[in-house]
């Protein structure tokens, strides 16, 4: 199951969008795959051109990714979350982001992260003094308010899809239905034909077997029991026009 699949990514994109713009935290939507499905709001230079720029410090982020639940110190020493997607019980995605830092920074300890990745120390320092500072709990309170709304919102889009769904497979069983029922309804007229002819050939035996006399009485007894045979199909027949003219009504009380 896709996000993308039943939802509006345009109004999902609007929710992020403005979150990132009211909070001033660095947000991003990925699907089950872990591959990004919006467009990253608030990245900073810090953690995008530099961490994730260096291999060693990209593999350490990406592992945060991966493995961050909830708000969380990332390897680097910024505060980031993580809060999943879920739709009718099975995860279809996270929402991640954060890069804030919860207090003024101890540059040292970022020096040190910076040797261990392989980036130039005063030009870490330099972006690291451009990150956003947010207490501990207002990053829990606005990430917590994104993973609300952006859970509600897909999946009242899924709901609307799978509604969609129903009603299209209900249009369509109600034309098979009206189909079966005009079938249904021609083979009771040919069956009313055939009786009919039940009726006049059972007529015409019983004339001829008592034309015959004797000779003919057990021709007789045979369109005796023709004729029997064809009153019970009329009444047969009368039931299902009676079944069939309960479906027509239900059916039409469906279509509308």
Known sequence: MEIRDFTDMAKFEHIMSSWAKATGLATVAVGGDGKYISECYNFTDFCIKLTRGSAEGC??????D???????????????????????????????????????????????????????????????????????????????????????????????????RIIEKLSTGVEGTNKLVERITLKTSELKALQNKQKILALNASIEAARAGEKGAGFAVVAKEVGKLSEQSTV?????????????????????
């Open 59 to 64: 593999a350490r982020c990406e592992k945060c």
């Open 66 to 164: 991966r493995e961050g639940q909830g708000v969380y110190h990332c390897h680097a020493g910024l505060i980031d979350f993580g809060i999943p997607l879920m739709v009718d019980g099975k995860q279809v995605g996270s929402v991640i982001g954060g890069q804030v830092l919860p207090e003024d920074p101890d540059e040292e300890k970022f020096r040190r992260v910076a040797r261990e990745i392989g980036v130039n120390e005063d030009a870490y320092i330099d972006a690291l003094h451009k990150v956003n500072v947010r207490t501990e709990e207002a990053i829990h309170a606005s990430a917590e308010l994104l993973g609300e709304v952006l859970n509600n919102f897909i999946n009242a889009e899924y709901a609307k899809k799978l509604n969609g």
């Open 236 to 256: 047969v027949n009368k039931e299902i026009e009676e079944i069939v003219s309960n479906i027509s009504a239900q059916v039409e009380a469906m279509r509308e």
